[in-house]
């Protein structure tokens, strides 16, 4: 094997275990920024021996071992130091022994990163930033491209949340069941945060990220593995699934918008329809377990026609008295409008102008231009668009709203 390919396969594995790794690690040191300056460590050593010796049978377990190792290492030095100053009569913050290794555990493990790393003493961004690092395997610099951010931010990001989590004295461990449901809820919003910004960039060249939901949902699958008996864990990923499942028909050739009422359906991928819906079984009746009836109803429809409004709107309904939210009382007036037609849905959008939370949302004036111009009222939609335009972010909806606004006349 060439230098080369061993460089490839060990960047490949590395990517495809370092959350695995780190979690593993962690359980030995109880710290998530030493546990991942550990496993870079194995993967210098693999960079180092692997083009000489080979990539081994189970290069992950190789990895895994290395850093485990290299932790015990740690621990037994940081040992022997304490009972040196504890001969001179000084005394050290106790250190856990090192725990044996267990292949059974390290799903345990995974769940003790995913829970720590999403930890409610960290604001959202760096729960976000750090989750992307710790279980997404990417570097700072992709973590800095997605969310367009300078690399800077983000690496200080990253480390100012490691040091949070020590400073705090934040355990490494799945919460207790007092703790579990809100420290879940932080746990999910961070997933779906993530997957959101991949499916809607809020800024930027790109209307999709297909990376970051393809991070997402591999999360909330990990999550649907480790944590079977959750029904929202379930409900996020059925959410996601059907999400994901039309990623491939909302642009055009060359990366324009493509709304729903124009996507060719047969683009939209039947299997993670079928994941959706199984994964919709199992879930309960949460809020992220109405988002994905929802979506599953726009799934189910072959044609755009063939959407239930009504029920949708229904959900809305429900939705909106789990978590009330200006936001998804204005995604029940565009159901509303298709049920019952765009008057009662542009009355619906009419009563949330004034919502301080919806001043600067350009969706609002987007969804108003919409029943507009379905109303015939032309110059009016025109202006909405316009507005809407002016406080996107994203260049690609930008140039969409222009486009509808040009075609609204004057």
């Known amino acids: 094997?060439?230098?080369?390919?061993?460089?490839?396969?060990v960047e490949a594995v590395f990517r495809i275990e370092s959350a695995r790794i780190i979690a593993g690690v962690a359980r030995i040191v109880r710290d998530v920024g030493i546990a991942e300056e550990l496993a870079q460590d194995a993967l210098v050593a693999a960079l180092e021996q692997w083009p000489e010796s080979g990539v081994p049978d189970r290069p992950g377990a190789w990895l895994m071992a290395t850093a485990k190792h290299r932790a015990i290492d740690l621990v037994r030095r940081k040992e022997t130091y304490a009972r040196k100053l504890a001969e001179v009569g000084r005394t050290l913050e106790d250190v856990p022994p090192p725990e044996p290794s267990d292949v059974d555990d390290i799903d345990d493990d995974l769940l003790r990163l995913i829970f720590t790393a999403c930890h409610p003493v960290l604001s959202t961004e760096a729960r976000i930033a750090l989750t992307l690092r710790l279980l997404g395997?990417?570097?700072?610099?992709?973590?800095?491209?997605?969310?367009?951010?300078p690399e800077p931010t983000v690496a200080q990001r990253i480390v100012r949340a490691k040091r949070s989590l020590a400073k705090a004295g934040v355990p490494f461990e799945v919460p207790g069941p007092a703790e579990r449901a809100e420290r879940l809820d932080s746990v999910l919003e961070v997933i779906y945060l993530i997957f959101n910004e991949g499916y809607s960039a809020t800024a930027g060249d790109d209307w999709?990220?297909?990376?970051?939901?393809?991070?997402?949902?591999?999360?909330?699958?990990?999550?649907?593995?480790?944590?079977?008996?959750?029904?929202?864990?379930?409900?996020?990923?059925?959410?996601?699934?059907?999400?994901?499942?039309?990623?491939?028909?909302?642009?055009?050739?060359?990366?324009?918008?493509?709304?729903?009422?124009?996507?060719?359906?047969?683009?939209?991928?039947?299997?993670?329809?079928r994941r959706g819906m199984d994964a919709l079984q199992r879930a309960g009746t949460g809020p992220y377990a109405v988002q994905a009836a929802i979506a599953g109803?726009?799934?189910?429809?072959?044609?755009?026609?063939?959407?239930?409004?009504?029920?949708?709107?229904?959900?809305?309904?429900?939705?909106?008295?789990?978590?009330?939210?200006?936001?998804?009382?204005?995604?029940?007036?565009?159901a509303i409008s298709m049920a019952e037609g765009p008057a009662a849905g542009l009355a619906l959008v009419d009563a949330l102008a004034e919502e301080p939370a919806l001043k600067d949302y350009h969706l609002l004036p987007s969804v108003r231009g919409d029943l507009l111009e379905r109303l015939g009222r032309g110059a009016q939609a025109r202006t909405e668009f316009e507005r809407a335009?002016?406080?996107?972010?994203?260049?690609?909806?930008r140039e969409l709203l222009l486009e509808r606004a040009s075609r609204c006349g004057s």
Not at 297 to 305: D, F, G, L, N, P
Request: proline share 5%; aromatic share 4%.
């Open 137 to 149: 395997g990417l570097t700072t610099e992709e973590i800095a491209r997605a969310y367009l951010a």
């Open 389 to 397: 335009a002016s406080l996107t972010r994203n260049e690609r909806e």
């Open 297 to 334: 109803c726009h799934a189910q429809a072959v044609r755009y026609e063939d959407t239930d409004w009504r029920t949708i709107a229904s959900l809305y309904g429900r939705l909106a008295a789990l978590v009330p939210s200006p936001v998804v009382e204005l995604n029940r007036a565009v």
């Open 1 to 9: 094997m060439t230098a080369a390919s061993a460089t490839e396969t």
């Open 208 to 273: 999709l990220r297909p990376a970051l939901c393809e991070d997402a949902l591999r999360l909330a699958r990990v999550l649907t593995g480790l944590m079977p008996r959750e029904p929202e864990v379930h409900g996020l990923t059925a959410l996601l699934e059907f999400q994901a499942s039309r990623i491939a028909a909302r642009t055009g050739p060359d990366g324009e918008p493509v709304l729903l009422a124009d996507q060719n359906r047969a683009k939209w991928n039947r299997m993670l329809i």
